[in-house]
């Protein structure tokens, strides 16, 4: 909303003329009789001027001050305008919500009323000259209240558009905030896209390829260009998530960067370590086949049955992990450090799982030795925990829960059968210490269960 009301400057000079005339004429009121009749003489054929004193010349100072009081509330009214627009450019430059559109939406609805507003101001101004010598009293009443009229509606609106302003702050302080944030996350994006690109330059230095975390620094590059066209083009908050990507990406590239030579050396000690555990296991394996004979020659084949095919899945499972770990090395060779990273874990899966199996050899001769010779240790071991769970049972209570005394019952009575399975010229020592340490693993749920709800209940 711009208006602009000045006058040319000759018109104002040909108007001071014109009041300073009045003025000479009324000092010529003062002049003695005879040059008073002689003022017709003077003013003959220059025409008649009105003008009008006392109560006249108040009404129009009143609609002086009437069109000031109006400019000066024009003036407000444009003021506050140009300052709400810059909230609401900064408010959808930043968001595009319902809430923000509808701000926009609104503030344009009130851009209408303020220019009907400021058209009847414009309007009263250009319909009265209150400079005019000839300006009566009556039209300078009509005057002062188009005025005062053109006022009150520019002081309304200016009040609309005061209360909508208010309730912009929840948006503004957001887009405030988010534009706060631009200029340092773009900032801290390239500084980021920088370090990695000199932590990369230090790695190939160094002799290591890293081909991957160069294909992924590349990769951004036209983010980077995006960001150096800025928001004006791509919008605030399109540009804070480019720049917040771009600087996870990027610090993703400059720390593995700079652990690639702890990585290189870390896959070194471990191709070192598998190969010597895998020789290792080579030599324990050689060991099951006597451990089985010995379980064969003792034992009913119960307890030794599914032990009888260790040998054989050893022997191929320690070549597999041998071929592994061929393959790991030449994946480092090629600095293919991934690949060679999942080769060693696939290797070390292997060596594990054939090292239980070759240790379950030797531990089932050594459980199966202890029982053999005395029993009455796993029974009393595992008589203590039915008892030690029953007496936590049984704590605060006259009668036990059934929940929990059913299981315990279930047990004693499964011991029992256990012991009972010893009777007999070939005792199966195996399922004696299956079925003791099954009983064990029911004995110690109860108490957790009892325990949990003790809790529970505290």
């Not at 007999?424 to 749920?445: K, S």
């Amino acid at each position: 909303m711009t208006a602009t009301h000045a006058q040319p400057y000759t018109q104002r000079v040909r108007r001071r003329t014109k009041a300073g005339a009045v003025r000479d004429v009324l000092a010529l009121v003062l002049l003695p009789v005879p040059l008073i009749a002689a003022l017709p003489l003077a003013f003959a054929g220059g025409g008649t001027r009105r003008w009008f004193g006392g109560r006249g010349e108040g009404v129009r100072a009143d609609a002086q001050a009437a069109k000031d009081a109006a400019a000066a509330a024009f003036y407000e009214l444009d003021t506050a305008q140009r300052d709400l627009r810059i909230s609401i450019e900064t408010i959808t430059a930043v968001d595009s919500s319902p809430a923000a559109r509808k701000a926009a939406e609104d503030f344009a609805a009130l851009g209408r009323r303020i220019d009907e507003a400021s058209h009847v101001y414009i309007t009263a101004v250009d319909a009265h000259d209150l400079d005019r010598d000839d300006l009566d009293a009556p039209t300078a009443a009509k005057a002062r209240g188009e005025l005062s009229k053109a006022k009150d509606e520019l002081v309304r609106v200016k009040g609309e558009l005061d209360r909508f302003g208010q309730g912009l702050g929840p948006l503004l302080d957001t887009a405030e905030t988010q534009l706060a944030r631009l200029a340092p996350a773009v900032e801290r994006a390239r500084q980021t896209l920088l370090a990695a690109s000199n932590a990369l330059d230090a790695v190939r230095t160094s002799g290591l390829k890293a081909d991957d975390l160069a294909s992924r620094l590349a990769a951004l590059a036209p983010e980077l260009t995006k960001l150096n066209q800025g928001a004006g083009r791509h919008g605030v908050a399109e540009t804070l998530q480019r720049a917040d990507q771009v600087l996870r990406d990027a610090e993703a590239v400059r720390a593995e960067a700079e652990r690639l030579p702890e990585r290189a050396a870390d896959i070194d000690r471990r191709l070192v370590s598998l190969r010597t555990r895998a020789q290792a296991l080579t030599t324990r394996a050689g060991k099951v086949e006597p451990i089985l004979s010995e379980l064969r020659r003792r034992f009913t084949a119960a307890c030794w049955q599914d032990l009888q095919a260790v040998p054989a899945q050893t022997e191929s499972t320690v070549r597999q992990a041998e071929e592994k770990i061929k393959e790991a090395a030449k994946a480092r060779e090629e600095q293919r450090w991934p690949d060679a990273t999942a080769l060693l874990s696939t290797v070390r899966a292997l060596l594990n799982s054939t090292d239980e199996a070759v240790s379950a050899a030797g531990d089932r001769l050594q459980r199966l030795n202890a029982v053999s010779k005395d029993p009455q240790q796993e029974i009393e071991r595992t008589r203590f925990a039915i008892r030690d769970a029953q007496r936590l049972a049984m704590a605060g209570r006259n009668t036990p829960d059934p929940r929990h005394a059913r299981p315990l019952d279930d047990s004693v009575a499964r011991l029992d059968r256990a012991v009972a399975s010893l009777e007999g010229r070939h005792p199966d020592y195996w399922h004696f210490l299956t079925e003791t340490e099954a009983v064990r693993r029911t004995v110690a749920r109860v108490v957790e269960l009892i325990r949990e709800e003790l809790g529970g209940g505290a």
